[in-house]
């Protein structure tokens, strides 16, 4: 089975920085999505690691450690309507389909 | 920007009936995808779809379930005999190829309430 772990709640002030961690026991690791959710609507998708390191987008960034099942979500610059559900995704056991994190509930207040 | 769309936003049915939700995937998509998330819990995967045929599915998706392409454009859920526990928001998904690092687009839910 799988094991995803994400923190229930954050909270940041805007134009702050907030870095979001995700970490997962897994057997055959095939990538982490991080997706965005704002409430009563749909994920949408902010990215896609499959190789250590830090992916860069704009003012969002996500890193991954395979050898320590870790990857954080970083936001820099938060805005008010970066209030929203972060979900960390793990593709694992030569499945292509995403199995989900409870979510982060990131709340950005003035 | 296409889009995968969802009818209807919102479904209310009788315990024991039956449902169909729908949506159009991406034209040029060819995977689709069901999900569901029932309030405050996570997404959870039910079925995915290719070639006119269930590519993998859930344990969730038992014999009440079934997916269907009927045409070139729509993809449906049924739930054959809806029980309480059926109530959440069921997301359809579609993506361009089964590849782990091809984004899924999601649709704007459905919103299931069972009663």
């Known amino acids: 089975g799988q094991n995803i772990d994400q923190p229930t709640e954050m909270t940041a002030t805007e134009g702050a920085i907030v870095q979001i961690n995700c970490t997962y026991q897994?057997?055959?690791?095939?990538?982490l999505f991080w997706y965005q959710q704002h409430a009563g609507e749909a994920p949408t998708f902010l990215s896609y690691?499959?190789?250590?390191g830090l992916e860069e987008k704009g003012r969002f960034s996500s890193f991954l450690s395979r050898s320590k099942g870790y990857s954080y979500l970083l936001l820099k610059e938060l805005q008010m309507k970066d209030s929203a559900s972060y979900l960390c995704a793990v593709l694992s056991g030569g499945s292509y389909i995403p199995t989900f994190g409870r979510g982060t509930s990131l709340i950005v207040h003035p | 920007e296409p889009e995968v769309t969802q009818t209807p936003s919102h479904q209310v049915t009788q315990m024991g009936q039956e449902v169909i939700l729908r949506c159009v995937p991406i034209s040029n998509h060819l995977y689709f995808y069901w999900y569901r998330q029932i309030l405050g819990q996570k997404v959870e995967f039910l079925v995915s779809f290719y070639n006119n045929e269930i590519s993998e599915k859930s344990e969730i998706f038992d014999d009440q379930f079934s997916v269907e392409r009927p045409d070139g454009s729509n993809f449906t859920l049924k739930i054959r005999s809806t029980k309480l526990e059926d109530s959440a928001m069921y997301f359809c998904?579609?993506?361009?190829?089964?590849?782990?690092?091809?984004?899924?687009?999601f649709g704007p839910g459905t919103r299931l309430t069972v009663t």
């Open positions: 897994t057997s055959g690791f095939n990538g």
């Open positions: 998904a579609s993506s361009e190829e089964l590849a782990s690092s091809y984004e899924q687009y």
């Open positions: 690691n499959v190789l250590d």
